[in-house]
């Protein structure tokens, strides 16, 4: 080592474990995204699009261009070549190892010119021949960008811009997809469904709400849709005084109607004037067209959610085991978004399934027990488990004077060891507070 660097060697000891280790880094790099170069297995990276890609390709082979920068003591313009390589490679390298699909195929329908005096009305076109290659444009676009995504292409005729908005979000909500696009095409709209749940699946069931399904192919996510705005519910047939009136003869058979159009408010609406009224007429009935519609996916719309839950509690018989299984999954995915949910399913589940309700009520109790205070007094003692393990692991002294409070009033003799505690506490309120619980809890064996 010493004679070699007293001749000035081309590298050091160190010079070739940084080249060796930026050029390893690099071609690890390339081997990731080689990995999603397949139509049939994609890699955590090939899912994204393609600026989240270049951004991890950019960091990671500029890292290794500047490792092997520092490497070299001589041959400068080698260097300059060598990293220079990596950091354009880098730029291209999502383009280089991207997934090709196939280029759709020509249009293989024609339009036949017709002599007008011979054919003087034009006959129905064949299915799949309104949308062409150059119609489709836009969502192989959309489609290359992240192609291991589900993406689907629907063509719907005669829609006003109010229709086309809603059946857009129609759409998104219920594919759960990321977007949705319209775009005008023909005498209808395209509407070009980008990023959604799960893999590409044949949705022709689901479109037939929208109308007559005229043209079909599964594989690439392609349909034409006649639209029917009468078989789609998206013009209301009821009066108001009819959806409003509990006493008019119709007013279920409209309320229900309404809850399984499209558009998020009218259901919405109908819901809640069904919680309202409670009627006794057709129960059943509407029961099973409330679990119906919530089958459907409504996270992205909360407040129609909620209130087609509620309505469900109201028209639910006890034990009913499909609507607890809704009104826990609804209460599940508030708690992950940090939202508040529905006091009346908390309530609903507190009385059918206390013992799955005691952790989670007393943990958001915790957080704010002036809120959550009234639910907690629902689940009465079955909750003192988990406050006296609440108060062994706070230190917070409000907190467990509120604690102390709950013990008074529905805690046993297994608070009185806890109690006992707080007996010699430095501040004197909570060892006031707990010398009166702990009289209470005497008094009370």
């Not at 639209?227 to 009136?245: E, I, K, Q, T």
């Not at 819901?271 to 309202?276: E, F, G, I, R, Y």
């Not at 059918?352 to 309700?357: G, I, Q, S, T, Y």
Request: charged share 20%; glycine share 4%.
């Amino acid at each position: 080592m010493q004679r070699d660097l007293q001749e000035n060697a081309i590298f050091s000891v160190s010079g070739k474990l940084r080249c060796g280790l930026g050029v390893s880094i690099f071609l690890i790099c390339m081997f990731l995204f080689m990995l999603g170069d397949s139509p049939t297995y994609s890699t955590v990276i090939s899912r994204l699009d393609m600026d989240s890609q270049r951004f991890i390709s950019v960091g990671i082979c500029w890292i290794a261009a500047a490792l092997v920068f520092v490497s070299f003591r001589r041959h400068k313009l080698l260097v300059s070549i060598v990293g220079l390589s990596m950091m354009v490679t880098g730029w291209f390298a999502p383009e280089i190892w991207e997934y090709k699909s196939v280029d759709p195929l020509p249009d293989e329908t024609k339009e036949v010119v017709k002599d007008p005096a011979t054919q003087p009305e034009e006959p129905v076109r064949k299915p799949g021949s309104v949308m062409t290659p150059s119609d489709l444009a836009v969502f192989y676009e959309t489609r290359s960008k992240t192609p291991h995504m589900a993406h689907y292409a629907i063509y719907m005729d005669q829609q006003n811009s109010a229709t086309r908005s809603i059946i857009r979000d129609a759409l998104t909500r219920i594919l759960e997809a990321e977007y949705t696009r319209a775009y005008t095409r023909a005498q209808g709209a395209l509407f070009v469904v980008t990023n959604a749940r799960g893999e590409l699946k044949n949705i022709s069931r689901m479109l037939a709400r929208f109308g007559r399904v005229s043209y079909t192919k599964p594989e690439e996510g392609l349909y034409e849709v006649r639209f029917m705005p009468d078989h789609a519910n998206m013009v209301c047939r009821y009066s108001a005084d009819v959806l409003g009136n509990p006493h008019n003869p119709a007013f279920v058979q409209a309320n229900l109607s309404e809850i399984t159009c499209l558009d998020p408010l009218r259901v919405r609406t109908s819901a809640q004037v069904l919680k309202n009224s409670n009627v006794a007429a057709l129960r059943r009935d509407i029961h099973a067209t409330l679990l119906r519609v919530l089958q459907e996916p409504w996270q992205s719309e909360p407040d129609t959610h909620r209130a087609l839950i509620e309505a469900l509690i109201v028209y639910t018989p006890a034990g009913e085991k499909r609507t607890i299984d809704f009104c826990r999954n609804y209460f599940q995915n508030c708690r992950a978004r940090r939202e508040s949910a529905s006091a009346a399913v908390i309530q609903f589940l507190i009385r059918e399934v206390p013992d799955e309700m005691i952790a989670p009520v007393v943990e958001m109790w915790a957080v704010n027990p002036v809120a959550w205070n009234g639910i907690l007094t629902s689940l009465g003692g079955s909750a003192e488990d988990e406050i006296l393990k609440l108060l062994a692991d706070t230190d917070k002294l409000q907190l467990i004077n509120t604690i102390l409070n709950y013990v008074g009033e529905y805690g046993t003799e297994k608070s009185v060891p806890a109690v006992e505690k707080l007996l010699n506490h430095p501040d004197s309120i909570i060892s006031h507070s707990a010398k009166n619980t702990l009289d209470i809890l005497r008094q009370r064996q």
